[in-house]
Every structure is written in structure tokens, then in C-alpha cells.
């Protein structure tokens, strides 16, 4: 554990791709003051750099493939260490993506106190996320790469939140309503907390 990060609140945000994560952890900042951290985001800078990494980084991500464990949880860790000092807590916004991925960040950052379960439908992803595309410039947002993302989170990330379910600390929130009808329950998980 990192000594800086050792008694941060943490938040890990989980749901399919275009369930609605960044959408209200962009709330969440607004009404707590947390820190947001998207790991897609912090990626997505890392190919804007034009470095070589990013350059390996952007050939998997528009595969919709997982990027090796360290890099993104390097990536993570840097930035939370970055903002400890004034930070109330962290949303660790598409982050664990697998089990092993929050094992790992456990052993290397800290537990997180709740996970919020960001819940919709695939189609409803589906069609928000093609809606996305037609704006977002993202690679990413095309319809072969976002069947492949959506698979991938039915195999590898829904079994992350039956893992901390286990704990009593996952809340569901359906967000197949109006941002701010979901928002509404996101807070009350949030003021839950203590
Ligand atoms: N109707 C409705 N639309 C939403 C809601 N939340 C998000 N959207 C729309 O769905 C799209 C995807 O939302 P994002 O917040 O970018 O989703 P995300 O989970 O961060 O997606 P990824 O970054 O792909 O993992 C956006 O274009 C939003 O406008 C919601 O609660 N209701
Ligand atoms: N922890 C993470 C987060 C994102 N990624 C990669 O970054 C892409 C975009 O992530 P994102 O969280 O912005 O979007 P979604 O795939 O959830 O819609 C993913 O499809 C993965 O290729 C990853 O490999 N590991
Ligand atoms: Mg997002």
C-alpha cells in the first residue's frame, strides 16, 4: 500500500461500456468534490501524447481488448498520488476491469469502501454509445469495437462485481432513466457512506 494514498476514500465506478460512468461520476465531482479518475481517459491521453506506448496503447484499445494490467494501474496510482493532498476521495471511474485488476490494486493502492454497479441494458448501450460515436471521435465507438467491448464486460468484468459483492459494499443503480432520476440514487449510495 501507498502511504500517501493510505486512508483515501475510494469509489470504484463499474458498468458495461455507455452505461453512463463518466456521466454521473461528472455529478458525483460536482456535488462531493471528489477526484475522477476514468482510466479509458487517462489511456486515451496517453495515445493523444503520440508517445510510443500510446501508439501500442490505441492498436489495443480499438480492438476493444484490455490493456495490460501495470500500465493502467501505473497510470492510476501516478495520478491519484498527484492530487493527495487536496483530494476528499477518489471515483475510479471503468477500473477494475477483471478480478485480478482489483486484486492488484488493492495490494498496490487500498480496499475501496463501495462500488457503485452503473446498470442498463446492452441494446441501451449499444444505442447510446453509436449516438456517442456520431459525435465523440472516439476509435473506439464503432459498432464491431463495441460488440467486442460489450463482451468482454459480460465475461471478465461482471464477475468483479459478484467478487465485492461478496463484501456487502456493491450498490446497483439502473440507469436506464434520466441522468438526473439516476443521479438521485448514485447520491444516496454516496451519503450511505461514512
Ligand atoms: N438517457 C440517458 N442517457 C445517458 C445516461 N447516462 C449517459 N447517457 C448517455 O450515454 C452515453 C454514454 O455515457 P458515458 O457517461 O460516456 O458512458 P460511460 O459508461 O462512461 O462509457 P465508456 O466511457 O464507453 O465506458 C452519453 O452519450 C450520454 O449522454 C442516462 O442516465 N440516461
Ligand atoms: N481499466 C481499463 C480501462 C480501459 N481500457 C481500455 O480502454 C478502452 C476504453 O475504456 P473506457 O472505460 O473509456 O470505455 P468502455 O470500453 O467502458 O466503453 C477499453 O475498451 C479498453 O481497451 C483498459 O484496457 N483497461
Ligand atoms: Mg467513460
Given at each position: 500500500?501507498?502511504?500517501?494514498?493510505?486512508?483515501?476514500?475510494?469509489?470504484?465506478?463499474?458498468?458495461?461500456?455507455?452505461?453512463?460512468?463518466?456521466?454521473?461520476?461528472?455529478?458525483?465531482?460536482?456535488?462531493?468534490?471528489?477526484?475522477?479518475?476514468?482510466?479509458?481517459?487517462?489511456?486515451?491521453?496517453?495515445?493523444g501524447?503520440?508517445?510510443e506506448?500510446?501508439?501500442?496503447?490505441?492498436?489495443?484499445?480499438?480492438?476493444?481488448?484490455?490493456?495490460?494490467?501495470?500500465?493502467?494501474?501505473?497510470?492510476?496510482?501516478?495520478?491519484?498520488?498527484?492530487?493527495?493532498?487536496v483530494?476528499?476521495?477518489?471515483?475510479?471511474?471503468?477500473?477494475?476491469?477483471?478480478?485480478?485488476?482489483?486484486?492488484?490494486?488493492?495490494?498496490?493502492?487500498?480496499?475501496?469502501?463501495?462500488?457503485?454497479?452503473?446498470?442498463?441494458?446492452?441494446?441501451?448501450?449499444?444505442?447510446?454509445?453509436?449516438?456517442?460515436?456520431?459525435?465523440?471521435?472516439?476509435?473506439?465507438?464503432?459498432?464491431?469495437?463495441?460488440?467486442?467491448?460489450?463482451?468482454?464486460?459480460?465475461?471478465?468484468?461482471?464477475?468483479?462485481?459478484?467478487?465485492?459483492?461478496?463484501?456487502?459494499?456493491?450498490?446497483?443503480?439502473?440507469?436506464?432513466?434520466?441522468?438526473?432520476?439516476?443521479?438521485?440514487?448514485?447520491?444516496?449510495?454516496?451519503?450511505?457512506?461514512?
Open positions: 500500500m501507498s502511504d500517501k494514498l493510505k486512508d483515501a476514500k475510494i469509489i470504484f465506478v463499474v458498468g458495461g461500456p455507455g452505461s453512463g460512468k463518466g456521466t454521473q461520476c461528472e455529478k458525483v465531482v460536482a456535488k462531493y468534490g471528489y477526484t475522477h479518475l476514468s482510466s479509458g481517459d487517462l489511456l486515451r491521453a496517453e495515445v501524447s503520440g508517445s506506448r500510446g501508439k501500442q496503447l490505441s492498436a489495443i484499445m480499438q480492438r476493444g481488448e484490455l490493456v495490460p494490467l501495470d500500465t493502467v494501474l501505473d497510470m492510476i496510482k501516478e495520478a491519484m498520488i498527484a492530487k493527495a493532498d483530494s476528499k476521495g477518489y471515483l475510479i471511474d471503468g477500473y477494475p476491469r477483471e478480478v485480478k485488476q482489483g486484486e492488484e490494486f488493492e495490494k498496490k493502492i487500498g480496499a475501496p469502501s463501495l462500488l457503485l454497479y452503473i446498470d442498463a441494458k446492452a441494446e441501451t448501450m449499444v444505442s447510446r454509445l453509436m449516438k456517442r460515436g456520431e459525435t465523440s471521435g472516439r476509435a473506439d465507438d464503432n459498432e464491431e469495437t463495441i460488440k467486442k467491448r460489450l463482451d468482454l464486460y459480460y465475461k471478465a468484468t461482471e464477475p468483479v462485481i459478484a467478487f465485492y459483492e461478496g463484501r456487502g459494499i456493491v450498490r446497483k443503480i439502473d440507469s436506464e432513466g434520466a441522468v438526473d432520476v439516476v443521479f438521485s440514487n448514485v447520491a444516496k449510495a454516496i451519503d450511505g457512506l461514512k
